[in-house]
């Protein structure tokens, strides 16, 4: 009966083994070997467009630059004046953005420079020759780079960084990451582009050579340790297995005395 018990419970243990066992559940972005990605973008002067929740700094300025107008310096409720530098302009869901003594502009799909030319055509009307310059000042891109709880979200502070750019700023590729599977998502998630790259060869490297956008993911994938995961797994069933025995035999040698 003790024979067929343990016979059992090692059934119990390879069955179990096999079905509960889940290597690199912590894998994201899955794609299937006959995915179509994205082909690489292929803008020889790679620039960064203007898209939906932007954060845009406006400053404005007339006679090519000589006089800078503070036209969005406003009193909060304790008097305190608020300059030019602290006033954010956010572009909406339409594309359009809210600004000073022009309303609602489309600025959506625009380049900085186009943006620029744009509203100094408009600001003509009102001032002597104007000078624009437009920041945007929440470009953040959303950067995992290989397991280890290594995701980070990076905010760019210069307006072309391009894909190598992101990753050195995010700390670069861990022990683990797969420099031949770097995966980039952009635009709405719902139907987004998903670029593959790789940077374990040159070549790979060259056709990373274009700006990153404001809201994109990059993912990198890793190698999985399977030995280890397999240990972490198994685990729990051979410390159920050990205690099982363990009464087995307490209560053998009770019974025998």
Known sequence: MKINFLKWMFSVFVVTLL????YNSNKMMKTPKDYKFSPSPTEKSPIYVLAVSDIVQLKLYTNDGTSLIDFTAIDNAQGVRQGVDQV?????????CKLPILGKVELRGKTLREAEKYLEELYSKYYIKPFVVVRVLNRRITIFTGGGGSGKVVTLQNENVNLVEALAL??????ISKAKRIKLVRGDLSNPQVFLFDFSTLEGIKAADFVMQANDIVYVEFRGNIVREAIRDIAPIISLITSTLTLIIVVDRLNAN
Not at 170 to 175: E, K, N, R, S, Y
């Open 170 to 175: 995010a700390g670069g590729l861990t022990d």
């Open 88 to 96: 954010q302009y956010l572009i909406d869901f339409d594309g359009f």
């Open 19 to 22: 079905f509960s066992c889940n």
